[in-house]
């Protein structure tokens, strides 16, 4: 089928890296772990920390929002990482003898790597400090990154075959005209971010004033740092609110956040400010420092209140001083966490053109500096960016280095556009399901150490948060060669969506469509399929299921039963386990609407004994036309059943709940269809 | 579009029991539209009876397909290939469609899988009801727009008969009096007086009909 | 109060000379003004001649023209034109009904040729209820005509002694044509002008469906004369006796076109008796006769052809007269 879908899933176009967040949402919601690891893995190579610290700009871009809340995609992703799959990467398609040099192992300069050794290049990689890792091991708090996560994602890049050297400083301990002469025949640099801004107020030389990247740093790295019992933190992003959290956990008793905006204005993570607030931290919002009081040691700072007033250049209200609104606290410490700088000045020796701002100057697609065989990307040319910026930088350089070193010219990436927001109509025939909530530490627990307050999904909360994606669009589509022009999806479908367009013949199937299966099971014509790659309707896994049918005995006589399962059904895996132990075959299905009356035909031919589906309770239902739809069929098939002269029990369908009463109509089930004998008398 | 139902199974296994080579063949056309005769049809009626077979220990072949129309000859055409291993084949298409299998492959015995039963709309979704009885002298210009000859149980041409009641068919209270139709029609048109002229007896002409568009028709190029 | 009777039975008008069509009984004393009396005559479910003399002996003396029915609610019965036969030769007056059911238009050309070859003359030209009410519901319903169009037919064959396909015949009937009318079926308002159409086309005689409501049915006479319909056809308002509210209930509820008041129901259940129905069929004549216009009444006791001579005698319409000048 040669079929154009306009548009692509929201959340897909918004992750700077293009993830397909829907697909291994999916595959997840059929219990297909290790194919949706893979999903993720193939374009992140952070994928624990990205599971964990990730800005989920596909969580904001996601069209679930308007009918409850986001999907979770960003735990479903640490979901997946945390099981520990190996990654399955594709063996670079040739080797190329050059080799690039990374300057910087933090997720832009490992990220690059990953790909160029995919991409079929060798990378050495020079690192500073004495572990890789950058800003994810030195900025990030273990209590929202654990070490164990942030070294399972980079062993799994070095074990690629990447070289790092560490504790060499570029531009310090070597040159960059080195490097060239040395045989690297390109050079990313991905330094970072990590020179702190200051606040330029009276007092900040204090002792007892340190920087908020140097206070993590320290905690990280073992500097001995200390703080007291009042402290106070400067600034309103990440940063500042993982410094705030951490002097918490370093046993501060009272800890401020000074912010200058309000808290709709501040940039940091909504989870993080939540969770912090949770914890204890106050937030003194409006209010700027202006001195930084003590004698040999911080004793207080002055404030003064702020209002709000015309926006400014970030589209930001600007904060504007209200005159005599000063006012002083009584800290031992302050943490200054406004933002850092690139350290650019050896660099800068070394013949690299910087920006105005400070950072390193890039062409925004090939991200190329104006030395043609140094490229840039991460923080060292974005400042404040997040992880998949950074994810994305390194990959895209990677691409660009290999263009560059085979002589063909940069491709900009097409855009693909999102799809719509879901209108407002079928906002109301789409079920409401809550999203899952992340199962933490309890707030007196964690404030006490490093361990990290998110537990993570167990498996049952996965499945049910990933069940609640809408499968954008990936829904049905039309072939218009067969198409018969019947309207039968028009008129069954549950959610008004396939329309004919005006003086058209064929139904346009929009970007609305719930992937509930309906139209494909009526459609006569069979015109219509699921553009989802991961759907089957049961029937390829019909086929492998049955293929391990083992060859009947004459004497003992076990019968074969096949079980259509749905899989939205929260009782699907006892439900699936217990069918297994029974020794019933088990198609699962992504909502019973999907199964045709074909389908389960042709499980009879297969040799199948008997039939039995198990559909969740209408209500319970994902789809909740689907067991309406469902139900017909399986009636439409018991009537064919019937006039073959087949025992009616051979079909049958049941409830998964309750439980206690399913597993006694079950087992009552399998009893009479040993008594019924098979089929086929097969001699 | 022509409507029709699916024949008893133990119909077509009665007309098939003593084959080894069997072919069940959808139509893309008006039973498509219906679900009756399309390709999922002919996949599960084949199914249905490879099971039947299998079961009565038979050992039989059966294939599927599906024809874009079978009152076209050279989609016809299209299986002549594979025709000739059938012995018999099932034709889910109208009595048109299996009336063409049967002329062209006059060595295979040709069964119908459904009875054809009108040309009807689609009411609502899953209910057609019958518009017309190809008479070949439409009057539906005269009487409103809807047709006595087949939608009156008794075709009338001066009804509503006695039986009209409440607007309903004393045949079936489930259908409307078409006459009764045809009177609020034609008064609402400000025709309600052609109703009171006397319709002459319809003439039924000779039956099968044949029509030639001369315009279409092929051009012998050695002429 | 003294009742105003327009069709005086004691004084039949003599003095003008009528223009007779087929000249039978009947036709006669419609023409001549009479208050007109027929009656329904059910053929047996089979070859059996003594049960039609049977029921014949019944009605004979009590009513002016007797209905043979032809295959009543498609049930298969002996042929209507067989059992007037028996009738002539029991000397009582058949009125020949007639449905476009079972005949094509040969068919029906052909019948009614012989009929009047027999020496019948009065036909009742009725469409014909749908075979699938009928013992062979299975039988291809012909309608190849309707009634208007099948009086229409014999009217044009008696008028240009042709028959429907242009042929000259060999002798002509001249038959006296009658048509049936349910004032109860809908769309009222067109009821009238069907019948008007009936006229038309050759009714001289109208036998109507069965009335019970007799204040819808006064309606429908208004509109009747309103159109100067009376003038140009004799009218015969339907009756028949109820046996029971049963009977009344399923009358209601299965007969098409029949409407059973509420209130001839209560009175039924009230004093559930065959008298008590023959009590109500007797108030409906009382009130028919006052209506203008109204030439007669046609009795429908089906399978109760004994009540009608009953009926007849207490209504006060005995003895029947004989016609003159036949």
Redesign the interface.
């Known amino acids: 089928m040669n079929i154009k879908i306009k548009g692509e899933a929201p959340c897909i176009v918004a992750c700077p890296i293009n993830q397909d967040a829907r697909d291994y949402v999916q595959l997840l919601a059929r219990r297909n772990f290790e194919q949706a690891f893979q999903i993720v893995r193939s374009k992140n190579p952070f994928p624990a920390s990205c599971g964990r610290i990730c800005t989920r700009r596909c969580e904001e871009a996601c069209r679930r929002t308007s009918v409850d809340e986001p999907v979770a995609i960003c735990w479903l992703k640490r979901f997946l990482a945390d099981k520990d799959f190996t990654p399955n990467l594709p063996k670079p398609p040739k080797e190329y003898p050059e080799t690039v040099a990374i300057v910087g192992a933090g997720p832009a300069g490992l990220s690059a790597a990953n790909s160029l050794i995919l991409l079929g290049y060798k990378c050495v990689i020079f690192e500073e400090l004495q572990e890789p890792g950058g800003m994810l091991r030195v900025g990030v708090p273990r209590y929202r990154l654990p070490r164990e996560s942030l070294d399972k994602d980079i062993n799994n890049i070095l074990s690629l075959g990447a070289q790092l050297r560490t504790g060499i400083k570029v531009g310090r301990d070597i040159t960059l005209s080195d490097l060239q002469r040395e045989g690297f025949k390109a050079v990313f640099l991905a330094v970072g971010s990590h020179k702190p801004l200051k606040l330029d107020i009276p007092g900040e030389e204090l002792p007892g004033v340190i920087s908020g990247i140097e206070f993590l740093r320290q905690i990280t790295l073992g500097g001995g740092v200390k703080v007291d019992n009042r402290v106070a933190v400067i600034g309103g992003g990440d940063t500042a609110l993982d410094a705030a959290r951490a002097a918490l956990r370093m046993g501060a008793r009272d800890v401020s956040l000074i912010y200058r905006r309000s808290m709709e204005e501040m940039p940091c993570e909504t989870v993080g400010r939540k969770e912090a607030e949770e914890e204890g931290i106050k937030f003194v919002l409006l209010t700027t420092p202006a001195k930084i009081f003590g004698k040999n040691r911080v004793t207080g700072l002055r404030c003064i209140k702020m209002t709000l007033g015309e926006p400014d250049n970030s589209g930001r209200r600007r904060p504007i001083p209200l005159p005599g609104s000063g006012f002083t606290l009584q800290v031992d410490t302050v943490i200054v966490a406004i933002g850092q700088s690139p350290e650019v000045d050896l660099l800068s020796k070394n013949g690299v053109e910087i920006s105005e701002k400070g950072t390193i100057k890039i062409d925004n697609h090939t991200m190329s500096t104006t030395i043609p065989w140094v490229f840039a990307g991460g923080d060292a040319v974005t400042l404040g960016g997040t992880l998949v910026q950074a994810i994305a930088h390194g990959n895209q350089t990677a691409l660009s280095i290999h263009n560059y070193l085979r002589g063909e010219r940069f491709q900009i990436p097409v855009r693909t556009e999102p799809i719509k927001e879901l209108s407002p109509p079928r906002v109301q025939l789409i079920k409401r399901e809550a999203r899952q909530r992340m199962p933490m530490l309890p707030v007196e627990s964690r404030i006490k150490d490093f361990n990290e307050v998110e537990l993570g999904f167990p498996e049952e909360q996965a499945v049910k948060e990933a069940r609640r994606c809408l499968n954008c669009a990936a829904g049905a589509v039309v072939d218009p060669e067969l198409c018969a022009a019947c309207l039968t999806c028009v008129r069954v479908c549950p959610y008004d969506i396939p329309q004919i367009p005006l003086g058209g013949r064929t139904a346009e199937i929009g970007p609305d469509c719930q992937s509930c299966g309906v139209c494909v099971v009526e459609c006569p014509a069979n015109a219509i399929s699921l553009k989802d790659r991961y759907e089957d309707m049961g029937e390829k896994t019909l086929e492998s299921v049955m293929g391990q049918i083992p060859g009947r005995g004459i004497l003992q006589y076990a019968p074969t039963i096949v079980a259509f399962l749905c899989q939205y059904d929260s009782h699907s895996q006892t439900v699936s386990q217990k069918l297994r132990e029974n020794g019933i075959k088990v198609v699962e299905v992504s909502c019973i609407s999907k199964l045709e009356p074909r389908t389960l035909l042709k499980a009879f031919e297969m040799l199948a004994d008997a039939v039995v589906i198990i559909g969740s309770q209408s209500g319970d239902c994902h789809f909740d036309a689907g067991h309406t739809w469902a139900k017909r069929r399986f009636d439409y098939t018991a009537l064919f059943l019937e006039t073959l002269g087949l025992e009616r029990q051979r079909l049958q369908w049941l409830s998964p709940t309750p439980e206690e009463e399913f597993f006694k109509s079950l087992s009552n089930f399998v009893e009479e269809i040993k008594k019924l004998g098979p089929v086929f008398q097969i001699v | 579009m022509i409507v029709a139902r699916p024949k008893s199974f133990e119909e077509i296994i009665r007309l098939i029991q003593n084959y080894k080579k069997v072919a069940v063949l959808g139509c893309g056309g008006c039973v498509t539209v219906r679900s009756i005769g399309g390709q999922k049809q002919a996949e599960e009626l084949a199914s249905l009876l490879r099971l039947w077979a299998k079961r009565q220990g038979k050992d039989v072949v059966v294939t599927e397909a599906t024809l874009t129309r079978q009152c076209e000859p050279e989609f016809v055409e299209s299986i002549n290939d594979r025709a000739n291993d059938w012995e018999v084949v099932i034709s889910l298409a109208c009595g048109v469609g299996v009336q063409c299998l049967a002329e062209r492959f006059p060595r295979i015995k040709v069964l119908p899988g459904v009875d054809t039963i009108f040309m009807g709309a689609t009411i609502e979704p899953g209910l057609y009801w019958e518009r017309c009885v190809g008479c070949g002298e439409c009057i539906v210009g005269e009487t409103g727009g809807f047709c006595p000859v087949a939608r009156c149980a008794k075709s009338l041409m001066n009804g509503p008969c006695g039986g009209s009641q409440g607007g309903r068919c004393e045949v079936s209270p489930d259908t409307p009096c078409v006459w009764q139709l045809i009177y609020e029609r034609m008064e609402q048109l400000g025709m309600g007086e052609e109703l009171d002229v006397i319709r002459p007896p319809k003439d039924w002409s000779v039956r099968p009909q044949r029509m030639i568009m001369e315009h279409l028709r092929k051009v012998d190029s050695r002429q | 109060m003294p009742r105003k009777n327009p069709h005086s039975l004691e004084t039949p008008t003599l003095e003008a000379p009528v223009n007779l069509t087929a000249g039978s009984h009947f036709e006669r004393l419609l023409k001549q003004g009479k208050f007109v009396v027929t009656a329904e005559l059910g053929p047996p479910k089979g070859a059996e001649r003594a049960v039609v003399e049977k029921k014949a002996h019944l009605l004979k003396g009590y009513v002016d023209a007797v209905n043979i029915t032809d295959c009543q609610t498609s049930v298969v019965r002996m042929s209507s034109i067989a059992s007037a036969q028996i009738l002539l030769e029991m000397g009582i007056e058949p009125i020949v009904q007639m449905t476009?059911?079972d005949r094509n238009?040969i068919a029906l050309q052909a019948d009614l040729l012989g009929a009047w070859a027999l020496g019948m003359k009065n036909v009742l030209c009725l469409?014909?209820?749908?075979p699938?009410?009928g013992d062979h519901p299975g039988a291809k319903?012909v309608?190849?005509?309707?009634?208007?169009?099948l009086l229409?037919?014999l009217k044009t064959m008696r008028e240009e002694k042709k028959m429907?396909s242009g042929t000259p015949l060999e002798g002509a009937p001249s038959f006296f044509l009658g048509a049936?009318?349910?004032p109860f079926?809908?769309?009222f308002p067109?009821r009238a002008?069907?019948l008007?159409?009936k006229i038309?086309?050759g009714a001289e005689f109208i036998q109507t469906?069965i009335v019970y409501n007799v204040d819808k049915f006064v309606q429908w006479m208004e509109e009747v004369r309103q159109k100067g319909l009376h003038k140009k056809a004799f009218i015969l308002a339907g009756v028949a006796p109820l046996k029971s509210a049963g009977m009344a209930k399923y009358m209601k509820k299965n007969v098409?076109?029949m409407e059973v008041p509420d209130a001839i129901i209560s009175r039924l259940e009230k004093k559930n008796s065959k008298a008590e129905g023959i009590e109500i069929c007797l108030g409906i004549v009382e009130k028919l006769r006052q209506i203008e216009g109204l030439s007669g009444i046609h009795i429908m006791a089906v399978e109760w052809e004994e009540v009608v001579a009953q009926l007849v005698e207490k209504a006060g319409l005995l003895p029947r007269p004989a016609s003159v000048g036949g």
């Open positions: 476009c059911r238009r469409t014909g209820d749908h699938k009410f319903p309608f190849d005509l309707d009634s208007i169009q229409q037919m429907l049936a009318e349910n079926a809908d769309p067109f002008r069907r008007a159409k038309t086309a469906q098409p076109g």
